[in-house]
T-cell receptor, first 112, second 110 residues
């Protein structure tokens, strides 16, 4: 059974650009959540999607957005990139309801 | 607001030792608690999930306990090996919110 797949694994952007990250959950998992991990702040929750609806949102500015498609794949977008957005972005999937999370390998974003 | 703390931040032990990692949380009304392992630059690997109604879970050399009343969980690793070297994070889930500790960086020396 394939795990959670995140693409791209690494990317470099410059300030002001925008970026889109993709996450394909484990087959059958309908919940996808996104996290930002930095050395200074640790793991912080961005948002969670379930059945194409955002179910929960963390404390991040509106530049961070996401969506989920009918096949449960999810994308997150960051617009007007700032240096502080450099981080490892992790996606996790789970079955419906409070549940065990399974993480992808992450997308490492560097903003120059 | 739930706060999750892991102490110590780093731990170094010789191979073969048994060790305990600690996780504490401020709101005892949790739904579940999950322990993860993270290797450098990688994603998180789920180790053990403890539901709020459970007291402990075991998988191989790992045993996790949960004491909701005191807001604590421990991860016990038996007979540690160099391959156990990684950062271990705990996460608690309640009220549609998942909170992570900062992790304990474990080094097991051969």
């Amino acid at each position: 059974k394939a795990g959670v797949t995140q693409t791209p694994r690494y990317l470099i952007k410059t300030r002001g650009q925008q970026v889109t990250l993709s996450c394909s959950p484990i087959s059958g998992h309908r919940s996808v959540s996104w996290y930002q991990q930095t050395p200074g702040q640790g793991l912080q929750f961005l948002f969670e999607y379930f059945s194409e609806t955002q179910r929960n949102k963390g404390n991040f500015p509106g530049r961070f957005s996401g969506r989920q498609f009918s096949n449960s794949r999810s994308e997150m977008n960051v617009s007007t990139l700032e240096l502080g957005d450099s981080a490892l972005y992790l996606c996790a999937s789970s079955l419906a309801g409070p549940r065990e999370l399974f993480f992808g390998e992450g997308s490492r974003l560097t903003v120059l | 607001k739930q706060e999750v703390t892991q102490i110590p931040a780093a731990l170094s032990v010789p191979e073969g030792e048994n060790l305990v990692l600690n996780c504490s949380f401020t709101d005892s009304a949790i739904y579940n608690l999950q322990w993860f392992r993270q290797d450098p630059g990688k994603g998180l690997t789920s180790l053990l999930l403890i539901q709020s109604s459970q007291r402990e879970q075991t998988s191989g050399r790992l045993n996790a306990s949960l004491d909701k009343s005191s807001g604590r969980s421990t991860l016990y690793i038996a007979a540690s090996q160099p391959g156990d070297s990684a950062t271990y994070l705990c996460a608690v889930y309640n009220n549609n919110d998942m909170r992570f500790g900062a992790g304990t960086r474990l080094t097991v020396k051969p």
